[in-house]
T-cell receptor
Framework: NAGVMQNPRHLVRRRGQEARLRCSPV?????VYWYRQLPEEGLKFMVY????????ESGMPKERFSAEFPKEGPSILRIQQVVRGDSAAYFC???????????FGPGTRLLVL | AQSVTQPDIHITVSEGASLELRCNYS??????LFWYVQSPGQGLQLLLK??????LVQGIKGFEAEFKRSQSSFNLRKPSVHWSDAAEYFC????????????FGTGTKLQVIP
């Protein structure tokens, strides 16, 4: 069984560009979570989605960030007009149900120049 | 809201020595507790979890953790550390009921010396 897949693994953007991070959950998992890890810090919850629904986005910045988990295809975390402070590792996790153990992907490391 | 404290930022142990990583949580009800390990540049791997039942939990790679409600702790232990255990370890707490919003500690970096 494939685990959680994230791509790209590394992403370099210039200030003002858009970043699109993709997450394919474990097959059969319908719950997706996004976390951000700043250098030398732990993971911070951003958003929790089920298929086609955002359940909790309390950890998402109010502007420039959005997330979706469509009926078909991967979950997408989108950051518009990136700034240097967005440089971080973004991790996606999935679970078969909730509450339940979350399984993490390898992360996307975003660098904003 | 739940919170997790990992008081040790860095720990250095000799290979073959025992290890204990501390974790204290704050949560009003019975929590779900996790330990994850992260190698440099990698994602998080689940070591073990506590949902209910036996308070001593066995995990992968020879790790175990004990849930102590009276102390609000969930310390991770290993009797004999291997060089390959060098990594960063994260304790996490998840809210029970409803969906699971997991809160992570800031991590403990483990260095293993020969």
């Amino acid at each position: 069984n494939a685990g959680v897949m994230q791509n790209p693994r590394h992403l370099v953007r210039r200030r003002g560009q858009e970043a699109r991070l993709r997450c394919s959950p474990v097959k059969g998992h319908s719950h997706v979570y996004w976390y951000r890890q700043l250098p030398e810090e732990g993971l911070k919850f951003m958003v929790y989605l089920q298929k086609e629904n955002i359940i909790d986005e309390s950890g998402m910045p109010k502007e420039r960030f959005s997330a979706e988990f469509p009926k078909e295809g991967p979950s997408i975390l989108r950051i518009q007009q990136v700034v240097r402070g967005d440089s971080a590792a973004y991790f996606c996790a999935s679970s078969p149900d909730s509450p339940e153990t979350q399984y993490f992907g390898p992360g996307t490391r975003l660098l904003v120049l | 809201a739940q919170s997790v404290t990992q008081p040790d930022i860095h720990i250095t142990v000799s290979e073959g020595a025992s290890l204990e990583l501390r974790c204290n949580y704050s949560y009003g009800a019975t929590p779900y507790l996790f330990w994850y390990v992260q190698s440099p540049g990698q994602g998080l791997q689940l070591l073990l979890k506590y949902f209910s039942g036996d308070t001593l939990v066995q995990g992968i790679k020879g790790f175990e953790a004990e849930f102590k409600r009276s102390q609000s702790s969930f310390n991770l232990r290993k009797p004999s550390v291997h060089w390959s255990d060098a990594a960063e370890y994260f304790c996490a707490v998840g809210a029970t009921g409803g969906y699971q919003k997991v809160t992570f500690g800031t991590g403990t970096k483990l260095q293993v010396i020969p």
